[in-house]
């Protein structure tokens, strides 16, 4: 993929009998500072989300209810699929990775951490594009 690999990330659980406790900091547990948080939901398990790339703007997308499928593509002709269906997991996705998130269940909540402030520029919607771009990389 990119020089820096996508992951699975893995957060620590806190919790007692009240219930349990998920902690996620930036530049901690995850390997940016976190400039931007969203979420998504009410997505049929039909639609697909994502269908892009950004020149900067790294990610860790954790689905904090139900659950939801991530795939990526590197342009270069390799992608992988990750099942997100746990609360204290998450996956990181650096710059300039093709990401298209699907097959939500009906109760997903799928939570966005950006290492950028929104900036429609550093989006490559198109994926012919996008492997044009990934192609003159590294």
């Avoid at 659980?13 to 969203?38: N, T």
């Avoid at 710059?95 to 290492?115: E, I, P, Q, R, T």
Wanted: charged share 30%; hydrophobic share 35%.
């Amino acid at each position: 993929m990119n020089e820096k690999k996508v992951q699975m990330l893995e957060f620590q659980q806190r919790g007692d009998e009240r219930g349990r406790l998920v902690v996620v900091e930036g530049e901690s547990d995850v390997p940016f500072e976190i400039k931007r948080i969203f979420y998504i939901y009410g997505s049929d398990p039909d639609v697909i989300r994502g269908q892009h790339a950004n020149k900067k703007t790294e990610f860790v997308l954790i689905n904090v209810a139900g659950r939801s499928k991530v795939r990526i593509k590197d342009g270069k002709g390799n992608e992988a699929v990750f099942s997100l269906n746990r609360p204290h997991t998450g996956i990181y996705l650096p710059n300039m990775v093709w990401k298209d998130m699907y097959d939500f269940s009906g109760d997903s909540v799928l939570l966005c951490l950006a290492s950028e402030h929104y900036d429609a520029e550093e989006y490559i919607r198109n994926y012919e594009e996008f492997e044009k771009l990934a192609n003159q990389m590294k």
